[in-house]
């Protein structure tokens, strides 16, 4: 009987404990977007009926590029971002989007939460490039990174931007 009653009492104590984690999974995953030279990981937010660009997401200041945790792109060997040379390694990847054009910095300084110390570690940036911003043919709900050939691309609401990447 006392066996029957401790399997029911670690039955019970296992599910209250999965079932609090699953609660407690975040709302904006961690996800990893890989092409030949470079790997980009990224909290993902979803759109959920918000205007993202412009509100949520202010034009004109220093953002993330997600979710949380600052963006992060690795390259595993020498290669280039916007046509500029990068020395294999990992960096943060920050953004400042525009309406039509936006500016992506890559920046020496990993483990960033988000943008908020930004300014403090601006002088460890190792490149600035901009790109055009164009409109998608129908909003995307997800943020969405991808490097397929050559590129980095983020598509999010109704925004598309690509940077050359090799």
């Not at 999965?18 to 790997?39: D, M």
């Not at 570690?121 to 043919?137: D, M, S, W, Y």
Request: proline fraction near 5%; charge should be positive.
């Amino acid at each position: 009987m006392k066996h029957v009653l401790l399997f029911f009492a670690l039955l019970a104590g296992t599910s209250s404990f999965v079932s609090a984690q699953e609660k407690k999974a975040p709302q904006s995953p961690r996800v990893t977007a890989e092409g030949k030279n470079v790997t980009v990981a990224y909290g993902q937010p979803a759109k959920k009926g918000r205007v993202i660009f412009g509100e949520l997401v202010p034009y004109g200041k220093v953002w993330r590029l997600g979710a949380n945790e600052a963006t992060e792109i690795t390259f595993a060997k020498d290669g280039s971002f916007g046509g500029k040379p990068v020395k294999a390694g990992t960096y943060t990847l920050f953004t400042i989007p525009e309406a039509n054009e936006w500016t992506f910095i890559l920046n020496s300084e990993l483990k960033q939460w988000g943008a908020y110390k930004y300014e403090e570690i601006k002088g460890k940036n190792v490149l600035e490039v901009k790109a055009k911003a164009t409109k998608t043919k129908a909003p995307v709900e997800k943020l969405t990174l991808t490097v397929p050939a050559n590129k980095l691309v983020v598509e999010w609401d109704e925004t598309h931007v690509e940077v050359p990447v090799k």
